[in-house]
């Protein structure tokens, strides 16, 4: 297994907007970013990755780019970044940005030129089709709700979107296209950022014929029929690699719906030369029913570790994982894997735990290092997440139940890993002087970074202590990996080891006392590292982790 920096190190996920506004105009911003590096690297992480910064009419808040070489006013314009990677230089940090090249905004001049006649030479940098009997040319259903499908009255025909209609789908059949796309990633190589972070790469290629879904209603399955790994997926990725990615020394990830079992090797076999490591969402999906995440299903803890294992077993040889429970598109993960109520701090430590004793790169979402939890706005109109209005809107069209709904939407929408981050207990918990761009969670009197700072026991503390960890020995990064207990209903345990050390990682996932199973022997074995006081061995507390270590 070749050993590089972006496999051991740790990985701080900033969505900016939420970070920290240093202008007073409630939205967060790079000035912001770069008055908190300190603490970030107080963190003990080595690389941040920015949710999208540049230019956008913000539609999908930054996903949608209108300039992709220019940095946002909003967030402090060109002169702030430049100052934000050379003070995370300075400070031994890495840079990795999110590059969005599935879609433009349909604000970027390339669409707007595109826009104006069937004769445009940007005519082919999108997808344009005519209506089949003054219908959408297919029956896709956009990730937002409603056709994929927008008519423009123009020249008479439709594009493909396969997210808002103010995101339209950038067509990779045209070499242009994926040149216009490449020379944009130079030209931040050149400025010195270390690698991307590449937002739905797996949708990039199309099937050219757009066929119709068979079971529209069934999103996931139409999802992985039609809209991912399309034919030229992976020749596109090996000529970016060549093109681009191989005269670098720096790292890549790629995101996607439609990432399973049997393509991720694809994407990351190094042999290959595509990507170095793609995020899944086998685990993240894990409580979608077939109707999607409105229609959730009881999350299945067997089936959770499982996940975790087989796609060890699978990417051992053949690449490199991403180990994450959270980020910009999910609830927070305290709240959806853990116990926010009467185990939140314990729980939020406990799956720290998780997050850094497992192998692959780890990545760490703002606001989970304090133990943030999901939000319940009491109404719909303190949303702000176009997915979450959008279903709102669908679901209020199909007639739902939209008390019922509202509870959906405080379990799933995108907004509880996207209200403000909790700096301390003053008005607007630090993060504004303003009315914030977004409310901030309630809870921020007691749960904030000032008070954690405080507090030697607290989770934060926790974080820093884990993260040091799993540095102290890269066993834990590059050691191998065995599910103990994969038929067990509350306990995750593993064992992580290499040619020098063993450990064993046993991590209690319910609300009550536990008693190690028999067969897992801990004798010759020193606790290492728990969340909490006290373990003899063999009953594990409510949400108590330990991590113990062989003795040589
Ligand atoms: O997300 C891709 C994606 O798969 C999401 O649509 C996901 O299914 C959904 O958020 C789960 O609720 C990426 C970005 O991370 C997301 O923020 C963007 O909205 C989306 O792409 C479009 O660029």
Not at 38 to 50: A, E, F, M, P
Not at 208 to 219: G, I, K, S, T
Not at 229 to 242: A, C, K, T
């Amino acid at each position: 297994m070749k050993r590089t920096w972006w496999k051991e190190g740790v990985v701080y996920q900033i969505y900016p907007r939420s970070y920290m506004d240093s202008t007073g105009n409630g939205i967060g911003d790079i000035p912001g970013i770069i008055s908190k590096l300190d603490y970030i690297k107080s963190l003990g992480v080595d690389i941040i990755w920015l949710c999208p910064v540049y230019e956008s009419p913000n539609d999908d808040n930054g996903y949608d780019i209108s300039d992709y070489r220019k940095i946002s006013d909003e967030f402090g314009g060109d002169t702030a970044f430049d100052e934000l990677l050379s003070e995370m230089h300075a400070r031994g940090l890495k840079l990795v940005m999110d590059l969005v090249a599935n879609h433009s905004s349909d604000e970027h001049r390339w669409f707007e030129e595109s826009r104006k006649s069937k004769d445009s030479p940007y005519r082919d940098y999108y997808f344009w089709k005519p209506g089949k009997n003054g219908q959408p040319p297919n029956n896709w259903t956009s990730f937002f709700s409603g056709s994929t499908w927008q008519y423009d009255e123009l020249t008479d025909e439709y594009f493909l979107h396969l997210f808002t209609k103010k995101q339209p789908d950038l067509n990779w059949e045209n070499p242009k296209v994926r040149q216009e796309i490449y020379d944009i990633m130079h030209y931040w190589f050149r400025k010195g950022v270390d690698g991307f972070r590449m937002d739905v790469i797996s949708l990039i290629s199309k099937q050219l014929h757009f066929p119709d879904a068979q079971n529209p209603e069934n999103y996931n399955k139409t999802i992985n029929a039609h809209y991912a790994n399309g034919p030229r997926i992976h020749e596109y990725l090996h000529e970016m690699h060549e093109e681009v990615l191989s005269k670098y020394d720096i790292m890549t990830v790629g995101e996607g719906p439609g990432i399973n079992l049997d393509n991720g090797p694809l994407y990351v076999d190094e042999d290959r030369k595509e990507l170095h490591m793609v995020f899944h969402f086998d685990h993240m999906f894990i409580d979608n029913g077939p109707g999607g995440k409105y229609d959730p299903i009881d999350l299945n803890f067997i089936r959770f570790k499982e996940v975790f294992s087989l796609w060890d077993k699978r990417l051992k040889k053949q690449g490199w994982g991403s180990i994450f429970l959270g980020n910009h598109d999910f609830s927070r993960m305290v709240s959806r894997f853990g116990n926010d109520k009467a185990f939140r701090e314990d729980s939020a430590k406990m799956l720290a735990m998780l997050l850094l004793t497992m192998r692959g790169t780890v990545y760490i979402y703002q606001g989970d290092e304090i133990g943030m939890t999901n939000v319940a706005f009491p109404s719909i109109e303190e949303y702000n997440d176009v997915e979450t209005l959008n279903s709102w809107k669908e679901a209020e069209a199909n007639g739902r139940d939209m008390n019922a709904f509202l509870k959906l939407v405080h379990k799933q929408s995108r907004d509880n890993a996207r209200t403000p981050m909790q700096w301390d207990d003053s008005v607007h918990a630090g993060f504004t002087l303003a009315e914030p761009w977004l409310k901030i969670n309630p809870n921020y009197k007691t749960i904030n970074v000032a008070s954690e700072e405080r507090d030697d026991n607290s989770i934060l503390n926790f974080y820093r202590k884990m993260i040091a960890y799993r540095k102290s020995d890269d066993c834990l990064v590059y050691g191998d990996y065995l599910d103990l207990a994969p038929e067990d209903s509350c306990l995750f345990a593993y064992a992580r080891w290499n040619d020098q050390n063993k450990y064993l990682v046993l991590l209690n996932f319910s609300d009550s006392d536990y008693a190690v199973p028999s067969d897992i022997d801990t004798t010759g074995y020193d606790s290492a590292i728990s969340n909490m006081d006290g373990f003899n061995g063999k009953i594990l507390q409510p949400w108590q982790g330990v991590v113990l270590k062989k003795q040589s």
